[in-house]
């Protein structure tokens, strides 16, 4: 299937938050390609990556990264598509440091910002499949189906501590 969303990481040690992303795109149904691409150390892939994402038929990118988190601004400032950017929670700062580098562009090239971590990447896949889904009626339905068993989990088990 021709991946509508392209998700891209800094280091393999995003890995670890970013493949909540992946695997709540894979439960949607949602056709995605994972790649590690690098705002610093591959600064040429990365270029190429998001001035050809619209060519290749991708939708939306989601990025993540840690620490001097430049990877979602500077996909977001070579390409139109919309760029999802995921907070890695880095060591030193907690995540604070990835969080404040990719909320804060500047007026002009916007960067959507999920929250750090976990969270964020399985947020920012949902949010793809909600800016997909108007036009996709599988996705629509895959998103309500999760949200519906989401809601039927809670519901299920109101008693605290009965997990
Ligand atoms: C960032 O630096 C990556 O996104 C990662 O979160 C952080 C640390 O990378 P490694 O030193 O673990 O490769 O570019």
Known sequence: ????????????????????????LESLGIAFEAKVVSAHRTPDLLFDYAA????????????GAGGAAHLPGMCAAKTHLPVLGVPVQ????????SLLSIVQMPAGIPTGTLAIGRAGAINAALLAASMLSNQDAEIRQALLA?????????????????E
Request: aromatic share 4%.
């Open 1 to 24: 299937m021709q991946p509508l969303v392209g998700v891209i990481m800094g280091s393999q040690s995003d890995w670890e938050t970013m493949e909540h992303c992946c695997s709540t």
């Open 52 to 63: 050809t994402a619209f060519d290749r038929g991708l939708q939306i990118i989601i990025a």
């Open 90 to 97: 880095s060591k030193a700062l907690n995540g604070m440091d």
């Open 146 to 162: 999760y949200r519906a068993a989401q809601t039927e989990r809670v519901l299920a088990q109101p008693n605290p501590g009965q």
